[in-house]
Structure formats: structure tokens, C-alpha cells
T-cell receptor
Framework: DTEVTQTPKHLVMGMTNKKSLKCEQH?????MYWYKQKAKKPPELMFV???????INESVPSRFSPECPNSSLLNLHLHALQPEDSALYLC???????????????FGEGSRLTVL | QQQVKQSPQSLIVQKGGISIINCAYE??????FPWYQQFPGKGPALLIA?????SEKKEGRFTISFNKSAKQFSLHIMDSQPGDSATYFC???????????FGAGTILRVKS
């Protein structure tokens, strides 16, 4: 079983809705990530948080808003999404981000988002 | 220069056979090369990883071969089983940042 828990597993939303995806890990990891994955494609990095601070934003549209309330939790707030934003959203964590880390990412099972 | 090229796109192997997936990279600053396995409806999971100071790493039926001069690495799955049917992604990153660059993925199907 994965040690990165994502909720909800499935989400359907209209283009005017506001919703949030949640991610939780209890491995003591200090880096957390959001990835977007389209069908039959590799995961694409969206955001990286290191020690609860945003380290990387891969030029993601502002309709996606990440939040890291504490070292165990990561949220992705969604507003005014487009149908092309429909995808599997994966959360991941790692020991750290940067030097002296193992580099291993632990992924959750993802939240399947459908935008109507 | 940040790309990792993966081949083949898909692979069908008989049960008990050897599955081979290849990746190539350009950026010589990459120093961590993991392979992730993803089953339908699940997130990717680390399968095996190698650093460029060794040419081969074996874990059970899974082996990574690494050729630093050719900037290539490959995954070999020995005695392939139907339960190995999944999508496999190679990746690369640098130790001073965990920003993984993924290959395009290989869909493996092992026929029983």
C-alpha cells in the first residue's frame, strides 16, 4: 500500500466550480510534489515544495493553486478549469529536495479529475 | 538536452522471456537513473535505480545496465511474468535537485 494518500480518488467538476485535491504523507519527508499525467504519457511536474516553501512552479496556470499547510499535507486548489485539464493528478514526496537526498519519489495513487 | 528518450513504446513478451527497455540521455550532469513501474489506476512506484559509478545493478529479476560513455541505460526483466504487465518509465535527475525527467514510457504486456 502506498504511504502517500490522495483524496478524492475521482472528481468531476464544471468549469465554474472550485474544488481541492488533498495529499498526505507520514514518512517524515520534507519535499512534496504535484504532477499531472495524461493517458499514456509520463507524469509532468507542476509544483515542488521543500520544507513547506514553494521551490518550483513549472509555469502552471494560476487556475491551479498549491498550498502546503504543514510538512505532511499538500493541497491543490482548482478554480475555473478547462476540459483539457482533465487528467490524473499525482502527489509525491521525497526525503528532501536537493543535495544529499536519495532522489526516490513516493507517489500516491492519484486523483482522477474530469472537467466538464 | 533535458530529454530522456525511451524505446520501444510498447512491448509484448512471452511468459518466461526477457523484456528489454532502453533509454538514452544527453545531459551529462544527470547522475541518478531510476525506473518506475505503473499499473493501471495506480501511481508510479520506484522499481530500481542506478548511479553512474556502477555499470550494472540487479534486484531479483530486474537489472539495470548503464553505459556512461554511450549515455544509455536499459532495464532487463528476466523470466517475465504476466504480473509484470505495466507501463515502465525511465527517468534521470541531478543530485542537486530532484527534478526528474521522465522518458515517454513503455507499455509492457507479458502473454501467458
Amino acid at each position: 500500500d502506498t504511504e502517500v494518500t490522495q483524496t478524492p480518488k475521482h472528481l468531476v467538476m464544471g468549469m465554474t466550480n472550485k474544488k481541492s485535491l488533498k495529499c498526505e504523507q507520514h514518512m517524515g519527508h520534507r519535499a512534496m510534489y504535484w504532477y499531472k499525467q495524461k493517458a499514456k504519457k509520463p507524469p509532468e511536474l507542476m509544483f515542488v515544495y521543500s520544507y513547506e516553501k514553494l521551490s518550483i512552479n513549472e509555469s502552471v496556470p494560476s487556475r491551479f493553486s498549491p498550498e502546503c499547510p504543514n510538512s505532511s499535507l499538500l493541497n491543490l486548489h482548482l478554480h475555473a478549469l478547462q476540459p483539457e485539464d482533465s487528467a490524473l493528478y499525482l502527489c509525491a514526496s521525497s526525503q528532501g529536495f536537493g543535495r544529499s537526498t536519495t532522489g526516490e519519489l513516493f507517489f500516491g495513487e492519484g486523483s482522477r479529475l474530469t472537467v466538464l | 538536452q533535458q530529454q530522456v528518450k525511451q524505446s520501444p513504446q510498447s512491448l509484448i513478451v512471452q511468459k518466461g522471456g526477457i523484456s528489454i527497455i532502453n533509454c538514452a540521455y544527453e545531459n551529462t550532469a544527470f547522475d541518478y537513473f531510476p525506473w518506475y513501474q505503473q499499473f493501471p489506476g495506480k501511481g508510479p512506484a520506484l522499481l530500481i535505480a542506478i548511479r553512474p559509478d556502477v555499470s550494472e545493478k540487479k534486484e531479483g529479476r530486474f537489472t539495470i545496465s548503464f553505459n556512461k560513455s554511450a549515455k544509455q541505460f536499459s532495464l532487463h526483466i528476466m523470466d517475465s511474468q504476466p504480473g509484470d504487465s505495466a507501463t515502465y518509465f525511465c527517468a534521470a535527475s541531478m543530485m542537486n535537485g530532484n527534478k526528474l525527467v521522465f522518458g515517454a514510457g513503455t507499455i509492457l504486456r507479458v502473454k501467458s
